[in-house]
Nanobody, 120 residues
Framework: QVQLVESGGGLVQAGGSLRLSCAPS????????MGWYRQAPGKQRELVAI???????NYEESVKGRFTISRDNAKNTVYLQMNSLKPEDTAVYYC??????????????WGKGTLVTVSS
């Protein structure tokens, strides 16, 4: 069974930077889109950024110019570089990936989440 393992969250002051990483464990054939979502207390989960297997990117409006999503296809890893962090970026960040395993079609997988806290 595939599991997405996230790392890189933590506490940072406003204006600081963090880089999140996410990679799957288990046997996979290929990965289509990979993305990051976040959920702040009392709010719904929202898409932060997504990157296709071909490298096309989309960002939530409030993070454009501050966050950069990238992926290393050789390592099956997706990254989220977060700069100029603001207190309103505080949330649990979840990795998401559309993965094909041997003998199955593509399925949607989620990480357990990593907490990002931005202090003012």
């Amino acid at each position: 069974q595939v599991q997405l393992v996230e790392s890189g969250g933590g506490l940072v002051q406003a204006g600081g930077s963090l880089r999140l990483s996410c990679a799957p464990s288990g046997s996979i054939v290929s990965i289509n889109a990979m993305g990051w979502y976040r959920q702040a207390p009392g709010k719904q989960r929202e898409l932060v950024a997504i990157i296709t297997s071909g490298g096309s990117r989309n960002y939530e409006e409030s993070v454009k110019g501050r966050f950069t999503i990238s992926r290393d296809n050789a390592k099956n890893t997706v990254y989220l570089q977060m700069n100029s962090l603001k207190p309103e970026d505080t949330a649990v960040y979840y990795c998401n990936a559309y993965i094909k395993q041997y003998g199955s079609s593509y399925n949607d997988y989620w990480g357990k989440g990593t907490l990002v806290t931005v202090s003012s």
